[in-house]
């Protein structure tokens, strides 16, 4: 396993100064260009190769994002989503190299936040990374700062304050980026929100080429709140579904 690296900078902090990134994935090739990159953009990076290696250093280090290969030695990186998970939240952006939307599905399921699909592009793989940072920034900044009152939508309530999710009364455990993502279509119930408006509002990620992220996170959410309630508008997007006055 890799020691720490850090890049120092004497003239100007990047945006991604300090935060520390652990990256799991036991192609060297891969990890050193992830590795690279994410120095150059300011990170500090530890790696590890294997599941059990890549849950010993998240628990020793406490990394503030995961960048996590599916497939691994010793065990896979769907158990170490949910060993780490268990430890502490953290976010985890998932890499596999099968076009699979059931690894994806899975993925999401233990707790992964957002994925991509190999090969992927360097200078995309660095924007999800910067995007997720924000995204935890920002619910942090939302638990201090929270509004008021609790959106009800029939039997879904959502308490923003919280950041929790109630279907019939019973709490439903969405991910940070799910949480998002329904806040997002909870805003304008009924209205038809496109891929590429949900992928800038959620991800701040304005690429088309990330609307089949929006589609598995769209699937996630239907199988905890309940499939009827998110429609799909085929060739445009979603809407939530709301209860007929």
């Not at 939302?142 to 879904?156: C, D, N």
């Amino acid at each position: 396993m890799e020691q720490t690296h850090t890049t120092h900078n004497s003239t100007t902090a990047t945006p991604g100064a300090q935060r520390r990134v652990l990256v799991v994935e036991d192609d060297a090739t891969i990890v050193d260009a992830i590795a690279a990159r994410l120095r150059a953009e300011g990170f500090v990076v530890q790696t590890a190769s294997d599941g059990p290696a890549a849950v010993d250093t998240a628990e020793a280090w406490q990394p503030d994002l995961l960048i996590l290969d599916i497939m691994l030695p010793g065990f896979d990186g769907l158990e170490v989503c949910r060993r780490v998970q268990a430890q502490r939240p953290v976010p985890v952006l998932m890499l596999t190299a099968r076009d699979d939307e059931t690894d994806m599905l899975v993925g999401l399921g233990v707790g992964a936040d957002d994925y991509m699909t190999k090969p992927f592009s360097m200078r995309e793989l660095a924007a999800r990374v910067h995007v997720l940072l924000r995204r935890v920034e920002r619910a942090a900044l939302a638990a201090t700062t929270p509004r008021s009152g609790i959106l009800r939508l029939g039997e879904l309530e959502i308490d923003h304050a919280q950041r929790r999710v109630r279907v019939r009364s019973e709490d439903v455990h969405l991910t940070p980026t799910e949480f998002d993502l329904l806040v997002c279509l909870a805003n304008t119930p009924r209205a038809v929100l496109s891929r590429e408006q949900l992928l800038a509002e959620v991800w701040d990620w304005a690429d088309a080429s990330g609307t089949r992220t929006v589609d598995s996170h769209i699937k996630a959410l239907r199988r905890k709140i309940g499939a009827e309630r998110i429609r799909t508008v085929h060739g445009v997007g979603y809407a939530l579904e709301t209860p007929t006055p």
